[in-house]
């Protein structure tokens, strides 16, 4: 279990010096924020349909 959570963590600092790295990239935030906008779409597209 303690590995698991090391290689998560490992990961996680991984992906956040990337993010770091890159942060004056345009590109990154505009994926960023229309990735977020598409997951929020179809989210609550699906919380909020009646049957």
């Known amino acids: 279990m303690l590995s698991i ?3 998560a963590n490992e990961i996680a600092e991984n992906f956040k010096g990337w993010i ?3 942060q004056s990239n345009p590109l990154l935030w505009m ?3 229309i990735g977020g906008l598409i997951i929020f779409g179809i989210t609550y ?3 909020s349909k009646t049957k």
């Open 5 to 7: 959570m090391d290689t």
């Open 20 to 22: 770091i790295a890159n």
């Open 31 to 33: 994926g960023i924020i």
């Open 45 to 47: 597209d699906a919380l």
